[in-house]
């Protein structure tokens, strides 16, 4: 799992600087996890994401966005509460979930938004 700046979020995700019209940048499609160290459910959703970063390995990113360093990211994105993640596929439009979401349920969201699966 990447830890993503203001400056790697452009050239891997979108560059809000350049585009008004949401175009990804990246070959994977991602899963951007907007967190704080200070954050109870951040840190329980945290193993989630590093083991799903395995289990989906060479078909999905997983990035991390910390709220406090990165606060232009944040606003851009309009992240009021975290941990907010934004699944980006690779064609359509991002969807925002926010909550610390089970293991399921993120496996769900990767699976239909990400990977176009349907079970």
Same mark, same amino acid.
């Given at each position: 799992?990447?830890?993503l700046?203001k400056?790697?979020?452009q050239?891997?995700?979108?560059?809000?600087?350049?585009n008004?019209?949401? +175009?990804?940048?990246?070959?994977?499609?991602?899963?951007?996890d907007?967190?704080? !160290?200070?954050?109870?459910?951040? +840190?329980m959703?945290?193993?989630?994401?590093?083991?799903?970063?395995?289990?989906?390995?060479?078909k999905?990113?997983?990035?991390k966005?910390?709220?406090?360093?990165?606060?232009?990211?944040?606003s851009v994105?309009?992240?009021?509460?975290?941990?907010?993640?934004?699944?980006?596929?690779?064609?359509g439009?991002?969807q925002?979930?926010?909550?610390?979401?089970? +293991? !399921?349920?993120?496996?769900?969201?990767?699976?239909?938004?990400?990977?176009?699966v349907?079970?």
């Open positions: 799992m990447e830890h700046t400056a790697t979020f050239e891997k995700v979108f560059n809000f600087e350049q008004t019209e949401w +175009k990804y940048e990246g070959s994977l499609p991602c899963l951007i907007f967190y704080a !160290d200070w954050c109870g459910p951040c +840190k959703v945290a193993p989630i994401l590093e083991e799903l970063s395995k289990e989906y390995e060479g999905i990113n997983i990035y966005v910390d709220t406090e360093a990165e606060q232009e990211l944040s994105f309009g992240i009021r509460s975290i941990p907010s993640m934004l699944f980006c596929p690779s064609d439009q991002p925002m979930a926010m909550g610390a979401l089970p +293991k !399921d349920n993120l496996k769900q969201a990767i699976d239909e938004i990400l990977l176009n349907k079970n």
